[in-house]
Nanobody, 119 residues
Framework: QVQLVESGGGLVQAGGSLRLSCTASESIININAMGWYRQAPGKQRELVSS???????LYQASVKGRFSISRDGTQNTVHLQMNSLKPEDTGVYYCNAGPYGPKSVGVYWGQGTQVTVSS
């Protein structure tokens, strides 16, 4: 069974920081891009950031300079460091992984973790 296990998230005041982590199960092979999408209430799910094995990184324009994505040496874990959080960053954050590069939506999804930024 393919699994993406997420951790992190929570409630933070505006200007604060949170760190999200996602680990892919051993059964996932040939993973290229791993990243994060988010969905705010009443809105469509959108890409936040994604990183390929080669190091290619994509960021949504609104998070550039505030969020930083990284992967560990095994390439099975992805982290999202979120600084200077704003209320508009509130939403459910989903880990995503797949065999293609960061510009493609992966086929695997995590369960989602709630991020709430209070003003």
């Amino acid at each position: 069974q393919v699994q993406l296990v997420e951790s992190g998230g929570g409630l933070v005041q505006a200007g604060g920081s949170l760190r999200l982590s996602c680990t892919a199960s051993e059964s996932i092979i040939n993973i290229n891009a791993m990243g994060w999408y988010r969905q705010a209430p009443g809105k469509q799910r959108e890409l936040v950031s994604s990183m390929g094995r080669s190091g290619e990184i994509l960021y949504q324009a609104s998070v550039k300079g505030r969020f930083s994505i990284s992967r560990d040496g095994t390439q099975n874990t992805v982290h999202l460091q979120m600084n200077s959080l704003k209320p508009e960053d509130t939403g459910v954050y989903y880990c995503n992984a797949g065999p293609y590069g960061p510009k493609s939506v992966g086929v695997y999804w995590g369960q989602g973790t709630q991020v709430t930024v209070s003003s």
